[in-house]
């Protein structure tokens, strides 16, 4: 159903813009999302967006990362700026519809010099 991609090695205070794929028209949600798991820490949520565009950040990457979505190209990103060691994670696109919850793979970001 969903689809990560564009992890990578960055350096502190780089960029680097997540995709996340989704196999049917991203509206078919109610929310989706970015979630994110560091070495030893508990999977966080790093923000999501509702059907109606409404969209929450957690308050660590506020100001610093960015959701935006396009509904022709069924797609879900996460553009993320001034990355920081602390963002260094397995980043995670996230989906609910009803009752359903659906994660996709994963992708890797790694923020180091």
């Known amino acids: 159903q969903l689809q990560a991609s564009g992890g990578g090695l960055v350096q502190p205070g780089g960029s680097l813009t997540l995709s996340c794929a989704a196999s049917?028209?991203?509206?078919?949600?109610?929310?989706m999302g970015w979630h994110r798991q560091a070495p030893g820490k508990q999977r966080e949520l790093v923000t999501h967006i509702f059907r109606d565009g409404f969209t929450t950040y957690a308050t660590s990457v506020k100001g610093r990362f960015t959701m935006s979505r396009d509904g022709n190209k069924n797609m879900v990103y996460l553009h993320m700026n001034s990355l920081k060691p602390e963002d260094t994670a397995v980043y995670y696109c996230?989906?609910?519809?009803?009752?359903?919850?659906?994660w996709g793979q994963g992708t890797l970001v790694t923020v180091s010099s």
């Open positions: 049917g028209s991203i509206f078919n949600f109610n929310v």
């Open positions: 996230n989906a609910k519809r009803s009752t359903a919850d659906y």
